[in-house]
């Protein structure tokens, strides 16, 4: 599934061109919102970090099952003998991958635009936005499936995810904030430990629910 | 004694929002056998093969392949059937043996590259294995699809439309490998509306009307005048 997916997006190149280009989007606007003020600034990255972030996952993660749906291969997932928390496993495996290139270039991107330094805080920032990346593809893969045959699917898709996404962005905006000042990790375990536990159950829900929601 | 019909479906009804598509459908399909189901618009004829393929449930009533409920235990019906719907089920920008790749893996089949180079020169397509499906014609799609179940073998075969939107030689490829598929101990059955060349498959006619079956006859015994008077006889009054 991880597989063919990523053929597919090396071949089409359709979610990463959107995802790009929607994050320079992003970017411009923060920058001409914040302006040069560096104090303003460095209270608002960690949100803006995660809203650029979370807007961009939006975008992927609502594509997650567009393949199947723009090829009529819904109902052949469905035939399939086999495991369908396969087909889960493959497709958050594909978004999170997706989510972390994107990611990576929005951050290299924050450097330029903000001209902010992110070296020192690099390897514990990673930890944290691997983190919270699972967090939110865990679920937005599971709601993704959930509303691919739904015909107001591009506003149920985000109504649904964000709210169960509060844990998560809480943590990952808190333990950002902490890991930019330069705290170390110890200082920010609580906000780790509870990314952690939210992971394990998100992707233990969609792990356990999926077959039933694609049966139902 | 006769062998056990491999679809047995008895007494089924199926309603959406309070709309009875079908009514108390009685139907068996035996190894070997052909049927070909027919029916106006809106007669049942997708919804029967969607239930009978899985992927939709009875209101009410049974449906069973090769003696598993498809209902209750659709797990154990899917490895022995093969849908052939309007879509090809194929992905347009994999190539022909990148997609039957991805669907062996996924049905957990071993299948290394001869085998799957063997399912592609069965449907004639060995030589576009690396080329992209967006390239493919309606027909070489549709062969496609049919690779998968070279590799599953299933027992039989639901097929919506299937000469639908086929040139004369992709017609008749698959007149005769569902001929064969037929002749191997399958069980076909074709949801149609023209009277082509599903009716020259077909060991037996199916007309639904009024939301149940409303003819069930042998096919040897009528010309295609004669089946296409009793479908008008049907459908014109009892749809």
Request: hydrophobic content about 55%; aromatic content about 8%; proline content about 3%.
């Amino acid at each position: 599934m991880v597989r063919k997916d990523l053929l597919v997006e090396r071949r089409s190149k359709e979610t990463l061109n959107a995802l790009v280009f929607f994050s320079l989007l992003l970017l411009f606007v923060f920058q001409f919102t914040l302006g040069p003020d560096r104090e303003r600034l460095a209270a608002a990255l960690p949100g803006i970090l995660w809203l650029g972030f979370v807007l961009a996952g939006l975008l992927g993660l609502g594509r997650t099952f567009v393949l199947e749906r723009e090829n009529d291969c819904w109902d052949a997932l469905l035939l399939a003998p086999g495991d369908k928390s396969a087909i889960y496993v493959g497709k958050l495996a594909g978004n999170v991958l997706l989510m972390l290139v994107v990611e990576t270039l929005l951050l290299v991107l924050f450097t330029f635009f903000f001209n902010v330094d992110l070296a020192g805080a690099l390897p514990a920032l990673a930890l944290v936005v691997a983190l919270g990346t699972l967090g939110l593809a865990a679920v937005g893969t599971l709601f993704a499936a959930m509303t691919a045959q739904v015909r107001a699917r591009e506003l149920l898709f985000p109504v649904l995810l964000l709210p169960v996404q509060v844990p998560v962005l809480l943590a990952t905006v808190k333990a950002t904030e902490a890991v930019l000042l330069g705290e170390p990790l110890s200082a920010v375990a609580h906000w780790l430990k509870l990314l952690a536990a939210a992971d394990v159950v998100y992707v233990a829900a969609g792990v356990l629910t999926f077959d039933f929601l694609l049966e139902s | 004694m006769a062998a056990d019909p491999l679809i047995r479906v008895t007494g089924l009804r199926k309603a959406f929002a309070g709309h009875v598509v079908l009514a108390d459908v009685r139907l068996e399909v035996r190894a070997g056998e052909a049927v070909a189901l027919l029916g106006a618009n809106g007669a049942g004829k997708t919804t029967l093969l969607r239930i009978l393929a899985t992927l939709t449930r009875p209101s009410r009533g049974t449906a069973f392949v090769l003696g598993h409920d498809c209902a209750r235990a659709p797990e154990r019906v899917r490895p022995h059937i093969g849908l052939v719907a309007h879509g090809a089920y194929v992905y347009e920008d994999l190539t022909a043996l990148e997609n039957l790749r991805f669907w062996t893996a996924l049905s957990g089949l071993a299948a290394d590259g001869a085998v799957l180079a063997r399912a592609l020169a069965a449907v004639e397509l060995e030589r576009f294995a690396g080329e992209r499906v967006r390239t493919f014609s309606a027909g070489m799609k549709r062969r496609l699809s049919l690779a998968r179940f070279v590799l599953s073998r299933p027992r039989v075969l639901l097929l919506d439309e299937p000469f639908a939107g086929l040139d004369q030689r992709a017609k008749k490829w698959l007149e005769g490998y569902l001929e064969a598929f037929k002749a191997a101990g399958g069980a076909l059955v074709m949801a149609t509306h023209s009277f082509g060349r599903e009716l020259a498959l077909a060991d037996r006619i199916v007309i639904l009307a009024a939301r149940t079956i409303a003819l069930d006859t042998p096919r040897a015994s009528m010309g295609a005048e004669e089946i296409a008077r009793l479908y008008r006889l049907h459908t014109e009054d009892g749809a």
